[in-house]
């Protein structure tokens, strides 16, 4: 039987069988053991399915990964360490040395820094676009190795929505799939498969774990893009996998061969993998994923009027707000709303920005976002702090934006908090 989301949430990946735990067992394990030697060499033949070392796959994350996979409506999905971890595999999966690919220059500043410093030192470059421009001006970009196209649904910090079907026309029209950063904005709110995006990818550490308990990553394949259309673009793919005697992962694999090659070469060679105790909360976050989205994005449209009707403020960013610059593509693609994330500044720049945020008592100042607990961050003063006004506006982040992350506590206190140390400015 095919659940809704919510419930999905609760019982996708694990189903216990008469006598077994309820909940998901974390098997806190390295490795498995086989009773014949023929059994364990099928395995790392990669022509029977099974367990054998928790640096490539282990049951726990194995069970959140289906889970989120579910969520998503995809085909596949493997859990990594982290957010980081998650989006370097999805472009390394297909691109090498001599590649190009493209991202919206609106994306987190990690995912940024990796994909135009660390990827170009290993000869993979990257043409960072802004994702506003028309579908024209932006199929300029594309080469004949240009490999991916790479987008966030809701960015982070600019919290911009991103025109999810007009990035995968233009990578369709291009022979290239579309990878989506979906963390902000959650399967709750978006699944941007229905869309057309082919990959998705999340930093699970924010709202799907929800309780800043474990930094992790997922990525998920809808298993739709037809790498066989393109054989001599994604060679990977394509064409025999030496390090396992000579495999073709879309011949063997079909629908199911990226998420195969991601686990069985990059995570094998690479070993970001996620451990199962961290699995295990993050599968714990999820069941309440749902609820927790449906009172982030309520608390946050809330706190965004507060923000916009008071005299200190000089602006706010929410695609909910009426008259937002990305309200009719929030409407389109986050029905049910976008996220806990809102950016605004205070009037007096960088100064009262600080003087604002250091009379704060609920909302906490950390590196950290769509988490439970409210809290916010400046960039001016923290991430970006070794930037000129000059650099940051090149960035797209404005000197005085607070990029403020609202939780699930009662909005009132939120906006009691707010409200007083507005007053010191
Ligand atoms: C935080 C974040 C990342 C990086 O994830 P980590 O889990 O911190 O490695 C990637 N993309 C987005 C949109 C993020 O917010």
């Not at 989205?293 to 000089?314: D, E, F, G, I, T």
């Not at 003087?355 to 970006?384: E, G, N, W, Y």
């Not at 403020?404 to 506590?409: A, D, H, K, P, R």
Request: glycine share 8%.
């Amino acid at each position: 039987m095919k659940y809704r989301l919510e419930t999905q949430c609760l019982h996708e990946g694990w189903s216990p069988s008469n006598g077994m735990s309820r909940q998901l067992p974390i098997y806190q394990s390295t490795t498995f053991k086989y009773d014949s030697s023929d059994e364990m060499g099928r395995l790392f033949d990669l022509e029977a399915e099974g367990y054998f070392y928790t640096r490539l796959q282990n049951p726990t994350s194995d069970a959140v990964a289906a889970r989120i996979c579910a969520l998503e409506g995809g085909e596949a999905a493997m859990l990594t360490s982290s957010g980081q971890a998650a989006n370097f595999f999805a472009i390394f999966n297909i691109c090498e040395a001599g590649d190009h690919f493209i991202a919206s220059s609106a994306i987190y500043g990690g995912t940024y820094n990796l994909f135009g410093v660390t990827l170009k030192k290993m000869g993979i470059e990257c043409t960072f676009v802004d994702q506003t421009l028309s579908e024209e001006a932006l199929a300029g970009y594309f080469r004949p190795n240009t490999k991916a196209l790479f987008g966030e649904t809701i960015t982070n910090p600019t919290v911009s929505v991103l025109d999810i079907e007009k990035f995968s026309r233009l990578a369709h029209a291009h022979g290239v799939p579309l990878i989506i950063d979906n963390t902000f904005a959650t399967p709750v709110n978006c699944r941007p498969f229905e869309w057309g995006a082919d990959i998705v990818t999340h930093s699970t550490t924010k709202y799907m774990d929800g309780h800043a308990v474990g930094v992790g990553g997922c990525i998920v394949d809808s298993g739709n893009f037809d790498w066989m259309r393109h054989p001599d673009r994604f060679p990977g793919l394509t064409t025999p996998d030496e390090s396992y005697h000579g495999i073709v992962y879309a011949e063997r694999f079909g629908r199911r061969a990226y998420i195969t090659k991601a686990t069985s070469q990059l995570m094998r060679d690479f070993g970001a993998t996620q451990s199962p105790q961290n699995a295990f909360y993050l599968g714990l976050g999820l069941e309440t994923l749902a609820l927790r989205m449906q009172r982030h994005c309520a608390n946050a449209l809330q706190v965004a009027n507060y923000l916009s009707a008071h005299s200190k403020v000089a602006w706010v960013h929410y695609p909910e707000l009426e008259g937002d610059e990305f309200h009719a593509l929030a409407q389109k693609y986050l029905p049910t709303g976008s996220c806990g994330v809102l950016a605004f500044g205070v009037r007096g720049g960088r100064t009262a920005a600080v003087r604002f945020m250091d009379r704060l008592q609920l909302a906490a100042i950390m590196t950290h976002v769509a988490d439970s607990k409210t809290c916010l961050l400046h960039p001016a003063s923290h991430t970006h702090r070794q930037l000129s006004d000059e650099q940051l506006a090149a960035a797209g982040v404005a000197p005085d934006l607070i990029r403020l992350s609202v939780g699930i506590e009662d909005v009132n206190d939120i906006i009691a908090d707010l409200a007083q140390a507005l007053e010191s400015i």
